[in-house]
């Protein structure tokens, strides 16, 4: 018998709600992990000022904590330099984001794809690019979880 994938997403997560295994925010503060991977010849560069404006971002908004671990939410950002079929030009970067919603059921821990959208960027707008990235992430997944656990208190 096969079984599609959309019925099986969809009984974890009623199996979820029902059980009631979200994990909750701490101190009225959402728990927020930052995964950032950079594909890029000046790589380590790019991630460390890239991590540096996401946090930045992320910290000016007053009910989040970045964490490294029992997050409520994972922002997870994979940046690729855009690059000319020769290589010798650079057209900045791609970035893909995604929010990730972890799931404890019984013993097991995954993570539940929330959303994604991507993002074009030079060096140069990589400060005002991570500003929307995190207004991005702020109204389609922590903004969700605010409104869950208002409503659940």
């Known amino acids: ?18 059980n009631n295994q979200f994990i909750y925010p701490q101190n009225n503060k959402i ?22 404006f996401l946090k930045r971002e ?27 079929r020769t290589g010798e030009y650079k057209y900045g970067f791609t970035l893909s984001v995604i929010s990730l919603y972890p799931i404890k059921c019984n013993s097991i821990f995954a993570y539940s794809f929330w959303g994604s959208t991507m993002f074009t960027s030079s060096e140069d707008a990589l400060s005002s690019t991570s500003e929307n990235i995190v207004a991005w992430f702020d109204h389609n997944s922590i903004e969700i979880m605010r409104n869950y656990y208002k409503k659940d208190k």
């Open 58 to 84: 992320l910290r000016s908004l007053n009910d989040v904590e970045i964490v490294e671990t029992n997050e409520n939410i994972k922002l997870s950002i994979m940046a690729m330099e855009n690059l000319s």
């Open 1 to 18: 018998m096969k079984s599609n994938p959309i019925t099986l997403i969809f009984v974890v997560i009623v199996y979820v709600v029902l």
């Open 31 to 52: 728990r927020v992990a930052l995964e950032i991977e950079v594909d890029s010849k000046s790589s380590s560069y790019i991630e460390e000022r890239l991590t540096s």
